[in-house]
């Protein structure tokens, strides 16, 4: 059973952080490109963040350069998003999703989390 467990969401203020997880089950977690795509109200998902297996290599969208920071542990099969000053904008619901073709788009992923829930107040 394939599964991808989100958390770490929730509600901060304007300029703190947040630091979301990832957890992957029942797949070989180190042959995929794990992603963070984020869906805010009325807008269609986007990706955030991706970090690819082999060589480490990560992209960024241009919201999230120099903010975020992407990573994963493959002792724990688990992926992390820390966000740090955060803006109103970033509210959203926060997807984990893993790609074996290594391409960091909503289309091109084969697995999906749930999502969990961050709310950045004013």
């Known amino acids: 059973e394939v599964q991808l467990v989100e958390s770490g969401g929730g509600l901060v203020q304007a300029g703190g952080s947040l630091r979301l997880s990832c957890s992957a089950s029942g797949f070989n977690f180190d042959a995929y490109t794990i992603g963070w795509f984020r869906q805010a109200p009325g807008k269609e998902r986007e990706a955030v963040s991706c970090i690819s297996l082999s060589d480490g290599r990560t992209y960024y969208a241009n919201s999230a350069k120099g903010r975020f920071t992407i990573s994963r542990d493959s002792a724990k099969n688990t992926a992390y998003l820390h966000m740090t000053s955060l803006k109103p904008d970033d509210t959203a619901v926060y997807y984990c999703?893993?790609?074996?073709?290594?391409?960091?788009?909503?289309?091109?992923?084969?697995?999906w989390g749930k999502g969990t829930l961050g709310t950045v107040s004013p």
């Open positions: 999703a893993a790609d074996r073709i290594s391409v960091c788009a909503v289309r091109g992923m084969d697995y």
